[in-house]
Each structure stands twice: as structure tokens, then as C-alpha cells.
């Protein structure tokens, strides 16, 4: 998914109530195809920068399910317990450029949102957690 406003790469979803539960969330592979290398079983790390800008790394594993097809997994708990995360909050992971000195491997801005009921009306807004 391309994010037209700042031209940036980026993939999101909205989490499902085992994922919150659970504080690992799945993506179909064609969703992170433009930035990760599908390879069966590999465990991978997932560097990112928080609203706050804080750096947290999650794990992430490529898996083939039968029925399913390709998807990654990526596991977060300690971020996810912190940030309070909750069903139906969306995840939205921007790729930002590499800066000088940094490791080879991808790294994303990550925007959490939530909807709120404000005078009758659902709103979107950005956690800053």
C-alpha cells in the first residue's frame, strides 16, 4: 500500500482480538512483499520507531499454511502490553530512508490508531503512548 501523503512505502491492518490478545500480529505475505524476502521458516527482526520516537526491534517468521498461503508473523509484547494496544486499532508501519552508519536492513515509522466516539461521530486518532 502506497502512502500518497508522504510518499512513502508503508502496510497496515486492523488488529483482531486474538492478535491483541495474543500481542503477535499476522500479515498476508503479499501485504509485505515489497519489503521483506520470503524465506520459509527464517526469523527476521522488524526495527522500528514509535509516535514518541522511541526504537523498539520485534521478531517476525515467515510461515506457508496450506490453506492460507504465505504470511508473516510478527511478535511484540513488551510493546504491545506498554501501548495498551486493542482489538480494531490499526497498525500502520511507514518504511523510512536509511540513515548514514545504519544496518542494511529495513527500518519503519510506526502510527497506531484508534477510534473514538466524539458527539456521535467515529474518529480516528494517533496513540501517543
Same mark, same amino acid.
Not at 29 to 39: G, L, N
Not at 47 to 74: H, M, Q
Given at each position: 500500500?502506497?502512502?500518497?501523503?508522504?510518499?512513502?512505502?508503508?502496510?497496515? #491492518?486492523?488488529? @483482531?482480538?486474538?492478535?491483541? #490478545?495474543?500481542?503477535?500480529?499476522?500479515?498476508? &505475505?503479499?501485504?509485505?512483499?515489497?519489503?521483506?524476502?520470503?524465506?520459509?521458516? &527464517?526469523?527476521?527482526?522488524?526495527?522500528?520507531?514509535?509516535?514518541?520516537? #522511541?526504537?523498539?526491534?520485534?521478531?517476525? @517468521?515467515? &510461515? @506457508?499454511?496450506?490453506?492460507?498461503?504465505?504470511?508473516?508473523?510478527?511478535?511484540?509484547?513488551?510493546?504491545?502490553?506498554? #501501548? +495498551?494496544?486493542?482489538?480494531?486499532?490499526?497498525?500502520?508501519?511507514?518504511?523510512?530512508?536509511? +540513515?548514514?552508519?545504519?544496518?542494511?536492513?529495513?527500518?519503519?515509522?510506526?502510527?497506531?490508531?484508534?477510534?473514538?466516539?466524539?458527539?456521535?461521530?467515529?474518529?480516528?486518532?494517533?496513540?501517543?503512548?
Amino acid at each position: 500500500m502506497e502512502n500518497q501523503e508522504q510518499g512513502r512505502q508503508s502496510f497496515s #491492518k486492523h488488529l @483482531t482480538q486474538s492478535e491483541a #490478545k495474543d500481542r503477535i500480529i499476522f500479515f498476508s &505475505y503479499t501485504d509485505v512483499a515489497p519489503f521483506f524476502e520470503f524465506k520459509e521458516g &527464517y526469523l527476521f527482526f522488524v526495527n522500528v520507531t514509535d509516535s514518541l520516537g #522511541k526504537a523498539w526491534t520485534f521478531i517476525g @517468521t515467515f &510461515y @506457508t499454511n496450506p490453506e492460507t498461503g504465505k504470511y508473516v508473523s510478527i511478535k511484540w509484547p513488551q510493546f504491545s502490553s506498554e #501501548k +495498551r494496544l486493542k482489538a480494531n486499532d490499526e497498525v500502520i508501519f511507514m518504511e523510512r530512508p536509511r +540513515r548514514k552508519g545504519e544496518a542494511p536492513w529495513k527500518k519503519f515509522k510506526l502510527v497506531i490508531k484508534r477510534k473514538i466516539r466524539l458527539f456521535g461521530q467515529d474518529i480516528w486518532g494517533e496513540l501517543k503512548v
